[in-house]
């Protein structure tokens, strides 16, 4: 099916006192973001993938062998990839439901040290790409790192939490503190609540 961009679920200015600006939720929303559903619209057409989910396209898309992915995966994984960003921030959720706490207590030991290897995978991601808090099959919870569109889809994994570190998505407003970011983005801009929801 064809590939739309959908709204913001918050206004542009919305997030700003919490370390992202309207500029940057403008330009990476409306410009970025648009970018990879209109070219993913062009390469749809004719592929062959034309009546498949956005999930399917991406994992029938994605290879695990190739050094460079196609365009068609990479737009379409990058329009997934957003989806589910702007889906997990937001000015309100801030409170961290109880049972992923304890997921995350569990898993990592601290609510610190979770967000410390989590930072440290998007600090150690080379270039542009995502870190990741992914749920495997087993039921298990993972910090992860991808490069440019690829996502836990490709592995079976389910997305908890994304956070993009292409410097289209900080260089506005953290210019190249990648690492600020970060540290920011788990402090002042997930939606807790939204992330909770995401384990199976
Ligand atoms: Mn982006």
Same mark, same amino acid.
């Given at each position: 099916?064809?590939?739309e961009l959908p709204s913001l679920p918050y206004a542009y200015d919305s997030l700003e @006192?919490?370390?992202m600006s309207k500029e940057t939720l403008n330009f990476h929303h409306d410009f970025h973001h648009k970018a990879y559903v +209109? *070219?993913?619209n062009k390469l749809l057409e004719g592929s062959g993938h034309e009546e498949k989910s956005l999930e399917n $396209? $991406? !994992? +029938?898309? &994605? @290879? @695990?062998t190739a050094i460079v992915q196609s365009g068609l995966f990479n737009n379409a994984s990058q329009h997934w990839n957003h989806i589910q960003f702007w889906e997990m921030m937001g000015p309100s959720g801030k409170t961290m439901p109880s049972a992923l706490e304890s997921a995350l207590n569990n898993q990592f030991g601290s609510i610190e040290k979770f967000k410390d290897e989590f930072i440290a995978a998007g600090v150690g991601q080379f270039? @542009?790409?995502w870190c990741w808090l992914v749920q495997e099959? %087993?039921?298990?919870? !993972? $910090?992860t790192k991808t490069e440019n569109?690829? *996502?836990?889809?490709c592995f079976g994994q389910t997305a908890l939490l994304g956070c993009d570190v292409w410097e289209h998505s900080y &260089? $506005? %407003?953290f210019r190249n503190k990648r690492p600020v970011y970060l540290q920011n983005f788990l402090e002042n801009l997930v939606n807790w609540e939204n992330v909770a929801e995401r384990i199976r």
């Open positions: 099916m064809a590939f @006192s919490l370390g +209109d *070219n993913g $396209i $991406i !994992k +029938d898309t &994605y @290879s @695990s270039g @542009s790409g099959v %087993d039921g298990t919870l !993972k $910090i569109g690829v *996502n836990p889809l &260089y $506005i %407003d």
